[in-house]
């Protein structure tokens, strides 16, 4: 048993938390070499390895095992991510955002009080003039200012610890898939220490430039005669400038809050490529018992459990997906064009994300049609091999042609050779902003029962369905559980709308935009209220002068 803080979060592999022995996983094609198994593995470099060393060790063992096996293993290669790459992804831009815009409400703050502190300047000064006159010095008196404003900063430090405790257990409580490994984020020692550390800086910061303008040229004899008539000139300017700079930095939060909302807007108005709405996404697996069965066997079972799940009352389509998942998970396969000779290795190859999937694909995700048609119940292991492209494929690789008609070699299939039938629109796979961050990639569309049955066979231990229908309702996902006419040996895991997917590829700019958002608003506050605080000081200063000079006219 593992302890219960460990938790192995990985893209694509979050659902099961039971570890086996690969070598008893009882699949007839894992001794296979060249069977096209993809192996995820883990491992710890040694103290001082970097992870270019590491590369190039498995770049020399993959070019070893690809002259030792050149059928099997030539053009295959492992690629080396660090692990914390693999489980942060794309957060760490939208962490820096937020780690600016803490600094500036916190720079903001500074201000605020070293605004508040110089606007008491006035009161204070007959009480420095007589410390200075009873021999105090000006490093006495700045300790003295600097103590006062680091006691502020510690209390304020101690409420911010306590409101942060609460407001993180809110933001992740309605944004829990907002950040990886969130249930890992907390307060602890490290965090208390960094925010004592913290605090006694601010107060530092904001309490040195009010201490230094309060002592300089201290005048003893003008001072001891001051009854509170107002500000100097340059204590005036220092408070204006201030106040500008408070309102600028809660500016540029405010813009770009509105920024990141209105990038947000026009991304969730994005055509996906599909029509997301009222549609289940989820995985089954098959008994243990079908690793064992033949092809024919399993392709049969796979026929029924679609037509079981198209059968459900509300139910309009269901479809088998294999392979490619939009914004789940993706699988890229070469080809070469018919007519021309096969490349030397995997890498002079062409790659296109691959779909595998059954014949209603179409009608549940509604990916529109744009030339020929789209995979049938006709397109199985008896018939010629199929394939629909979309029109990226179509663009790329047969430009000013029609594709209908074409052939394409592909390893990965019974026949071998495919006949291009149908072109479809391109489908955002990696998320609504894909096609800005990533370059353009051809997709395929293959059908489920003309895979190979070295594919086939493996096909037992976990299948996608995609299925459409008029709602999604807790009782159609009760009766996908219960479904009478399945196995109860038929696992059904992962259940998850497609609305809800695409809203998970944007929880990470939501909860930046949302956060963003209320530091911005908080900036303004501060902002308002220490130029609130300053104008009401300053005028409670100077009663008399609002009457002598008529403001009331």
């Given at each position: 048993m593992t302890p219960a803080n460990f938790h192995l979060e990985i893209?694509?592999?979050?659902?099961?938390?039971?570890?086996?022995?690969?070598?008893?996983?009882?699949?007839?094609?894992?001794?296979?070499?060249?069977?096209?198994?993809?192996?995820?593995?883990?491992?710890?470099?040694?103290?001082?390895?970097?992870?270019?060393?590491?590369?190039?060790?498995?770049?020399?063992?993959?070019?070893?095992?690809?002259?030792?096996?050149?059928?099997?293993?030539?053009?295959?290669?492992?690629?080396?991510?660090?692990?914390?790459?693999?489980?942060?992804?794309?957060?760490?831009?939208?962490?820096?955002?937020?780690?600016?815009?803490?600094?500036?409400?916190?720079?903001?703050?500074?201000?605020?009080?070293?605004?508040?502190?110089?606007?008491?300047?006035?009161?204070?000064?007959?009480?420095?003039?007589?410390?200075?006159?009873?021999?105090?010095?000006?490093?006495?008196?700045?300790?003295?200012?600097?103590?006062?404003s680091i006691l502020i900063a510690l209390v304020g430090g101690s409420l911010g610890v306590l409101l942060a405790a609460w407001g993180t257990r809110a933001a992740l409580g309605v944004l829990p898939a907002a950040l990886p490994r969130a249930e890992e984020i907390g307060l602890d020692s490290r965090v208390l220490l960094f925010t004592t550390a913290l605090s006694l800086f601010a107060g530092i910061l904001s309490g040195i430039t009010p201490a230094i303008l309060k002592t300089s040229r201290l005048d003893l004899h003008n001072a001891l005669k001051e009854t509170g008539r107002g500000l100097s000139g340059a204590r005036h300017r220092a408070q204006s400038a201030f106040v500008a700079l408070e309102m600028a930095l809660a500016l540029v939060l405010l813009v770009g809050a509105g920024l990141m909302l209105r990038s947000l807007v026009r991304?969730?108005?994005?055509?996906?490529?599909?029509?997301?709405?009222?549609?289940?996404?989820?995985?089954?697996?098959?008994?243990?018992?079908?690793?064992?069965?033949?092809?024919?066997?399993?392709?049969?079972?796979?026929?029924?459990?679609?037509?079981?799940?198209?059968s459900i009352p509300t139910a309009q389509a269901a479809s088998l997906t294999w392979e490619s998942v939009p914004m789940g998970w993706d699988d890229e396969e070469p080809f070469w064009l018919a007519g021309r000779p096969k490349p030397a290795s995997n890498n002079e190859m062409n790659w296109s994300i691959v779909y595998v999937v059954g014949p209603d694909y179409l009608k549940v995700m509604r990916i529109p049609l744009q030339r020929g048609r789209f995979l049938s119940v006709h397109d199985d292991e008896h018939s010629p091999g199929a394939v629909v492209v979309d029109e990226a494929f179509a663009r790329k690789y047969f430009p000013n042609q029609d594709p209908i008609g074409k052939r394409l070699n592909f390893e990965n299939t019974a026949s071998g050779q495919l006949e291009i039938v149908g072109v479809v629109g391109h489908v955002k796979q990696w998320g609504l902003d894909a096609d800005d961050t990533q370059p353009l990639r051809a997709q395929m569309y293959l059908s489920c029962m003309q895979m190979p049955n070295s594919y086939i066979a493996r096909a037992p231990s976990g299948s996608g369905v995609v299925l459409r229908s008029e709602r999604i309702t807790a009782a159609l996902i009760d009766s996908i559980r219960t479904n009478p006419k399945m196995s109860r040996d038929q696992v059904v895991f992962g259940i998850r709308t497609m609305d809800e997917i695409i809203s998970g590829s944007m929880a990470e700019r939501r909860f930046s935009m949302i956060l963003l958002a209320i530091f911005s608003t908080l900036a303004l506050i501060l902002a308002s209220v220490g130029l609130y605080g300053v104008i009401s000081y300053v005028v409670g200063q100077h009663p008399r002068n609002w009457y002598t000079h008529g403001s009331w006219g």
């Open positions: 893209p694509g592999f979050r659902e099961g938390q039971v570890y086996l022995p690969i070598g008893q996983w009882d699949n007839p094609w894992l001794p296979q070499r060249g069977a096209g198994l993809g192996i995820h593995g883990i491992g710890r470099l040694k103290p001082g390895v970097s992870v270019e060393q590491a590369r190039a060790d498995m770049d020399s063992v993959t070019g070893n095992l690809a002259v030792a096996f050149p059928e099997s293993d030539k053009g295959v290669g492992a690629t080396l991510v660090p692990l914390k790459q693999q489980v942060v992804g794309e957060v760490r831009p939208y962490l820096l955002v937020l780690l600016g815009a803490v600094g500036f409400v916190l720079l903001i703050a500074c201000v605020n009080v070293a605004n508040l502190l110089l606007a008491r300047s006035t009161m204070r000064r007959r009480e420095f003039a007589i410390r200075a006159a009873l021999g105090a010095g000006q490093g006495r008196i700045v300790r003295q200012l600097l103590v006062e991304l969730s108005q994005t055509d996906p490529g599909f029509n997301p709405h009222n549609i289940l996404s989820f995985n089954i697996s098959l008994p243990p018992s079908m690793l064992k069965a033949s092809p024919e066997a399993i392709r049969a079972v796979y026929r029924d459990l679609e037509n079981n799940l198209a």
